[in-house]
């Protein structure tokens, strides 16, 4: 199956949600922070990146930025995972390059079907595009 960087600060949630997308059969790997998270990234070459916004050194928005300006990284899919649901920040999100914003608390079963969503539609073969006739 896919390798998932989960980026998240709080223990709890962490182990939930590897547990649950380990079941399922993903590989897991996890980092506590931003920086940790682009030096994962960097590596790892994760399938599907779903990030906290509001961690230590470094949130979500400016690992988010990082993650987009940085070529290898730049294509992965992210989940934005937060707190923060003010419009403001929502836009923020998108802005960024989120591929999706859940706002805490969220359902997990809607984590999971949005991430198998965008795991399947990244591993789809690309379509190939006639070109159109010249005029």
């Not at 590897?18 to 897991?28: I, L, R, V």
């Not at 990284?73 to 419009?87: F, Q, Y």
């Amino acid at each position: 199956m896919a390798k998932i960087l989960l980026v998240e600060d709080d223990a709890d949630l962490l182990r939930l949600l590897q547990f649950s997308f380990g079941e399922q059969g993903h590989s897991m790997l996890a980092a506590s922070n931003g920086a940790e998270a682009l030096s994962l990234a960097d590596q790892e070459r994760p399938d599907l990146i779903i990030l906290d916004i509001i961690m230590p050194l470094m949130d979500g928005f400016e690992t988010l930025r990082l993650l987009r300006r940085n070529p290898p990284t730049s294509n992965i899919p992210v989940i934005v995972i937060t707190a923060k649901d003010d419009t403001e920040d929502i836009a923020k999100g998108w802005a960024l390059g989120a591929d999706f914003y859940l706002t805490k608390p969220f359902q997990l079963a809607e984590l999971l079907s949005v991430a198998n969503s965008l795991l399947a539609k990244e591993q789809a073969p690309e379509e190939t595009q006639e070109s159109a006739p010249e005029i």
